[in-house]
């Protein structure tokens, strides 16, 4: 079942983390469904004896104070444990911002140099810009599409290469198995946020990534409704992650863990409905003159399309489009008048979002350059059709902005 690794992903997500230990009540007493949610910050113990026991195990899976988690977060971090081959174990964060800095702070030390892929989410660049830079580690930024290339940047320092793919706002596909053997020749460690395709869509761990990175709040979650981040990794970096992880004090709560627990359930059928419509809508938006470009990895004009091909096995309902000419305001237009749309920034929720986007103020190592401005769309659950017609009275009224 759930510890079968030839079981089929969705079926592993139907039985992920609903350990009997976690969901039963012993003795032939019966059982339910969902492991339940334990809030808890003291925990109590039989005796001395035992309290002591407990402080030099630091074990999953054992009750020894509430920031060590409860079956409600361990069956949560199993459960994604579960769908990354190779895995060893998966820590929480309170957000994916979080999970970002537990993971770069797991394997960094002052005096390091990182690799940063220049179409990284922004606040994780800010992390390297702020943080990293007065804590000693120094970051330089690298062009997305750059493959094996990158050999020649690295430094004898350079203690870590992140990866984002497809990338922030632009969607460029990386050459991941290209970068990781770049960074294995010299012992560096790789880590990649991949809350764009989730490990449904790309195995990160099993490519050679040292620590997979997902922010929960997009599709695991699901429903707008919660915040966390995760960090999954394998034997040889778990203990470091972990460590780091409990000395900085993070902790989820109980109640965060079981929504994004039940939003687990349904991934693999939202991912298919949030693909399809999402690679009908890029298609009809590549058919319309008020756009230059459509910014999706599953369209072969994308930068990276063929990586994608050989390395995903899906894509998921965000991408970005250029108007062709236009400003801001004529880009507002479009946006502000749109029916099924919200305007907001956390995505991959069950509804769809518009966003104007401005990749230029996000790139150090290369430059953006574009024939308009940007349109970033989160394709939710609505029927598309329904989407398509919106957007299509969203860009006639561009085009009259435009005059
Ligand atoms: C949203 C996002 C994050 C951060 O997640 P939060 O839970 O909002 O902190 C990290 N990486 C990517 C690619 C994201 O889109």
Redesign the pocket.
């Known amino acids: 079942m759930a510890d079968d690794p030839k079981t089929r992903p969705e079926t592993r997500l139907i039985h992920a983390g609903r350990r009997k230990a976690w969901t039963h009540l012993g003795d032939g007493a019966g059982g339910i469904v969902n492991p339940p949610v334990w809030r808890a910050s003291t925990i109590l113990y039989e005796d001395v004896a035992h309290l002591k026991q407990g402080t030099q195990a630091n074990r999953d899976g054992q009750l020894f104070y509430g920031r060590r988690g409860t079956p409600t977060q361990w069956a949560l971090a199993e459960a994604i444990t579960d769908m990354e081959p190779g895995a060893e174990g998966t820590m929480l964060y309170s ?6 800095t537990g993971a770069l702070l797991s394997v960094l030390k002052p005096g390091d140099h990182l690799l940063m892929v220049d179409s990284a ?1 922004d ?2 660049r800010n992390f390297c810009e702020g943080f990293l830079k007065s804590w000693g580690v120094e970051t330089s930024y690298y062009d997305p599409m750059i493959g094996a290339g990158i050999a020649d940047l690295m430094r004898p320092n350079t203690r870590a290469i992140f990866l ?1 793919s497809p990338g ?1 706002l632009t969607f460029e596909v990386q050459d991941v198995p290209a970068i990781v053997a770049a960074a294995k020749a010299q012992g560096a460690r790789t880590l990649m ?1 991949n ?2 395709a989730t490990s449904l869509y790309f195995s990160a761990l099993d490519k050679g990534v040292d620590l997979v ?1 997902t ?4 599709y695991l979650g699901g429903h707008s409704d919660a ?3 995760a960090v999954t990794t394998h034997k040889a970096c778990w203990m470091s992650l972990r460590r780091t992880a409990q000395m900085l004090g993070h902790f989820v709560g109980a109640d965060d863990c079981y929504l994004v627990l039940r939003g687990l359930r349904t991934l693999a059928l939202r991912l298919k409905q949030h693909e399809a419509s999402a690679v009908q809508i890029a298609h009809w938006l590549e058919t319309r003159d008020e756009v230059a470009r459509v910014l999706h990895p599953a369209l072969p004009s994308s930068p990276g399309h063929q990586l994608w091909r050989r390395d995903f096995t899906g894509a998921s309902g965000l991408f970005s489009f250029v108007l062709q000419g236009g400003d801001a305001t004529a880009r507002a237009a479009l946006i502000d008048g749109l029916a099924h749309f919200g305007i907001g ?3 991959g929720g069950y509804e769809s979002l518009a966003l104007p986007v401005d990749p230029e103020n996000y790139r150090t190592a290369t430059r953006w350059q574009a024939e308009g401005p940007v349109v970033r769309l989160s394709i939710g659950l609505e029927h598309p059709d329904d989407l398509i017609a919106d957007l299509s009275a969203g860009l006639d009224r561009f085009r009259a902005a435009c005059g």
């Open positions: 957000s994916g911002v979080a999970a970002v989410y606040p994780t984002e922030s946020d809350t764009w990175i922010a929960a709040t997009k915040m966390m981040g920034y956390s995505w």
